[in-house]
Nanobody, 124 residues
Framework: VQLQASGGGLVQAGGSLRLSCAAA????????VGWFRQTPGKEREFVAG????????FYGESVKGRFLVSRGAASILTFLNMNNLKPEDTAVYFC??????????????????WGQGTLVTVSS
């Protein structure tokens, strides 16, 4: 599967953005879809994820109550709605897919396919 994240940009603190993850290829046997983010010098951080068959969603502690992940339609695999953005949310955001059911859905290592990231910048 090929993935492409989009929708990033510059927003003021307290604002909102919606990221999209477009997919091409095998989307029928997906086990989970995740959103991660990364800033220079830091490890990639889990933001949100969807268990594909149950549509159960999961969130990182720092975004709970502010971000909402949902399944998309057609060529859009998933959306990440980000509300009440904070400067510390500034990062490159990536979407990723896993086909295996082994391991924690929030674990970076369990995801096989990654899209190019999209930069989100939140100004104070």
């Amino acid at each position: 599967v090929q993935l492409q994240a989009s929708g990033g940009g510059l927003v003021q603190a307290g604002g909102s953005l919606r990221l999209s993850c477009a997919a091409a290829g095998d989307t029928f046997t997906i086990y989970g879809v995740g959103w991660f983010r990364q800033t220079p010098g830091k490890e990639r951080e889990f933001v949100a994820g969807v268990h594909w068959h149950t549509s159960t969603t999961f969130y990182g502690e720092s975004v709970k109550g502010r971000f909402l992940v949902s399944r998309g339609a057609a060529s859009i695999l998933t959306f990440l709605n980000m509300n009440n953005l904070k400067p510390e949310d500034t990062a490159v955001y990536f979407c990723a897919v896993r086909y295996s059911g082994r391991g924690d859905l929030s674990s970076v290592q369990t995801y096989t396919y990654w899209g190019q990231g999209t930069l989100v910048t939140v100004s104070s």
